[in-house]
């Protein structure tokens, strides 16, 4: 029996561990830098009773082993959600997503330029290179400018001329121009889009309640606090930082690609440099509990405005009554990104956020009294970033990987955002698994 060795333990590193149990297989260890499970999916609770996530995680996927393994691994103790989502702009809330509801916004010099965007769309054959253009292309350039470019342009936090949009798939609601003039005439709204529009939360724990279901399957060969920082594929060796040097037969990676790169000795120098093409953007997940009753049935919000720094707010009390102290508290999780591109300081994004949320109408000036929680998480890696020519160097790093006996795999490890999610970072270290010990092909990281 070969020795396979799993880097993190996050939703990939558990999706690979509870199928090496399920196979009964016995020769494999689990290690993880941080003294918890979870990786981006876990949580923690304040010193004040409030439950924090990294970034509005909710569980939704269209594939039936994920869901088959959250009922297993949840049975009773999950919520199920109809969503109630909106975007913030000009003063008024629309229902999520923009394209299919714009119409129903007040400001009608706004509506008009999207339906002209759209309209003009209708007579021109239009081509793309890259996601700004295919924006446009799609969308007309109403809709792009009020919503499309400045909210993508806050969550990425990078040239979206620069980003490809071979990745959009289930992520972005494309518009039907037909329905979407009938609806406008009509004043009907169309919120029922996308694969999240009902969607299941742990009853207890945060999202990290989910992944922390995990550990009976990790068992003794789970270890937490080893950080790698070297990998002699030569003599197939995995050193950490304590100075424990490890050997191995197979390595299952979910570490940032870069940086898995960075620490494997000795490859050739176009892998080398195909490390400098990689961009992500990182992110200040912000977190405000406050002593009062929740003023709002809503689940998230979408902002594209430069009236506040966050792309993104949740309402995160909203999810479970176990996230807060007590019924008469509720909580905001606000998500902002950062990168090379976008800076914003840490020492201030708790305050912008604050006054963000004030000029969003989500708080008045006189609640800040009842602020008793202010929690402030800053993440490395939050979007790994579909880069122009991203397949093509994947190919070559996965293919130079493979032939070492490493799989890279997950949200980082595999880099393709479009199946990025807990569901499809599971689904990854199941499958890597029953390609190592079955044979069977992979079908959702496909390169
Ligand atoms: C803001 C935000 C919102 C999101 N919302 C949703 C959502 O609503 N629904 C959804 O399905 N998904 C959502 N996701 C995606 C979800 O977080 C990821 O799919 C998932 O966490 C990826 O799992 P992973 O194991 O691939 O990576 P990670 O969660 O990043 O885990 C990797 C693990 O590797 C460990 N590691 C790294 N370096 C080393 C090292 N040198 N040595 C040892 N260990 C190491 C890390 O500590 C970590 O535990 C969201 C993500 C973000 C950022």
Redesign the pocket.
Known sequence: MKKIVI????????GAAYQLHKLNYRNWQI????DY??????SVKDKQGFTWD????????NNDVFNQLVDELLGDDVLTFKRESWVWIKDYFIKYPFQNNFHMHPDKEMVLECVLGLLNNLNTKGSYQNFKEWIHCFFGDGIAKYFMIPYNNKVWAYPLNKLDYNWIAERVSIIDIKKTLKNAILQKDDSNWGP?HTFKYPLFGGIGGLFNKFLPYTDSHLQLN????KIRTDKKEVLFQDGEKLSYDILIS???LP?LLD?VESKPGEIEKSIEEFRWSG?Y?VGIGIHKPCPSKKNWMYFPQDDSPFYRVTYLSNYSPNMIPGGDHFSFLA?VSFSGYKKVSKDTIVENTIQGLINSDLLKEDDRPFIISKFVSE?P???PVPFLGRDRVLQDIQMFLSGRDIYS??????WKYEV??????VL??VEVVNRIVCREEETIYRI
């Open positions: 880097l993190g333990a996050g939703p990939t590193g558990l290690y993880e830098k941080n499970i979870g990786g981006l999916s876990a990294m970034g509005g995680h909710i569980i939704f996927s999240n080893k950080n790698v920082v979910s570490i940032p940086e620490k992110g997940m998500e993440i890696y939050s979007y795999r997950g949200r980082f490890g595999g990025g999610n807990m569901d499809h970072s990854q270290g």
